[in-house]
């Protein structure tokens, strides 16, 4: 896990736009397309990307999820594919960093645009059917290369070939790795809970410990 401050690339920025799936909602936006110049970033995600499912999808709280080329490249290789930018569904493809350097209070600066990392990306139904694997959930929990969600803390806008800065949490780090390894967050101990709850999460873990851990 890398923490230092660094310049991040972001190879393409992508949208989806609703379309028939084979799962119980029939619907989803997860097929997403890299757009071509700076796309608008607001409060609730990008302009012109549709969120279909949004008792599970999207919110302040998940309003952009980052994926990593080089998380890309591990897949690649690990299942004998070429994976486009945007094939998980992610709307920022970025370069020069991965999953396991992240943590949650990281940012993403960059024009105006200020990104806050929130929490993990937990695979659903609809992710194995849009990779046609109905075993993908658990092949991409168990590698533990889930890509980000982002908050948006200044709306600004970003397009591919951009830099970004990144920033790390100036707090103790609760990295995203660790996020997915402890997922259920059952039998915390009480340094680990303080320094969790210390970071900014993403607001309906932060609601599970409350209730959680009195």
């Known amino acids: ?92 493809t970025l370069s020069g960093i991965t999953t396991a350097d992240i943590a949650v209070g990281d940012r993403l600066t960059g024009g105006g645009l200020v990104l806050e990392v929130t929490s993990p990306r937990i695979p659903c139904v609809t992710f194995a059917a849009h990779m046609d694997d109905s075993q993908f959930v658990s092949k991409f929990f168990r590698a533990n290369r889930t890509g980000f969600y982002c908050r948006v803390i200044n709306e600004g806008a970003v397009a ?23 997922y259920g967050y059952r039998k915390l101990d009480a340094a680990t809970l303080a320094r969790f709850r210390a970071a900014p999460l993403h607001g309906e873990t932060a609601a599970f410990l409350a209730e959680h851990y009195r």
């Open 1 to 92: 896990m890398t923490r230092a401050p660094r310049r991040v690339g972001v190879e393409a920025v992508s949208t989806g736009k609703s379309a028939p799936i084979a799962t119980k909602s029939g619907f989803s936006g997860i097929d997403k397309r890299p757009r071509q110049g700076a796309v608008a970033v607001h409060r609730l995600g990008l302009e012109g990307d549709d969120i279909v499912d949004t008792e599970n999808h999207g919110g302040l709280d998940q309003a952009v999820y980052c994926y990593c080329r080089q998380d890309y490249d591990w897949w690649s290789a690990e299942l004998g594919l070429e994976l486009a930018a945007g094939r998980f569904g992610e709307n920022l």
């Open 160 to 182: 591919a070939g951009d830099e970004l800065d990144f920033s790390p949490f100036d707090g103790e780090p609760v990295p995203i790795t660790e996020l997915v390894e402890r």
